[in-house]
Nanobody
Framework: QVQFVESGGGLVQPGGSLRLSCAASRNSFSIYRMSWYRQAPGKQRELVAAITSGGSTNYADSVKGRFTISRDNAKNTVYLQMDSLKPEDTAVYYC????????????WGQGTQVTVSS
């Protein structure tokens, strides 16, 4: 099993930036796809961004051009750079991985709270 620990959340004003980090409990270079999800109160968890071991990325339409996902396999860490934050980005952010393209996700961690408010 792999465990993930998210960090970097906080309170930020609209238009501000945050950088989230996700540390894996073991070598993450073999994990095919790493993803960031978020869940706002009363809503379902949704995919925000994903990155494969080859570096291919995809983003939710709502964050394209504002968020950037990256991974540092040497540090077993995935990042989510969030710029031009909006109040609707407020949510608990989670990361997870899939060992292969068809694999299930590992157990979910605690997530990190992001609040965008003036």
């Amino acid at each position: 099993q792999v465990q993930f620990v998210e960090s970097g959340g906080g309170l930020v004003q609209p238009g501000g930036s945050l950088r989230l980090s996700c540390a894996a409990s073991r070598n993450s270079f073999s994990i095919y796809r790493m993803s960031w999800y978020r869940q706002a109160p009363g809503k379902q968890r949704e995919l925000v961004a994903a990155i494969t071991s080859g570096g291919s990325t995809n983003y939710a339409d709502s964050v394209k051009g504002r968020f950037t996902i990256s991974r540092d396999n040497a540090k077993n860490t995935v990042y989510l750079q969030m710029d031009s934050l909006k109040p609707e980005d407020t949510a608990v952010y989670y990361c997870n991985g899939q060992l292969y393209s068809y694999s299930s996700y590992y157990p979910w961690g605690q997530g990190t709270q992001v609040t965008v408010s003036s």
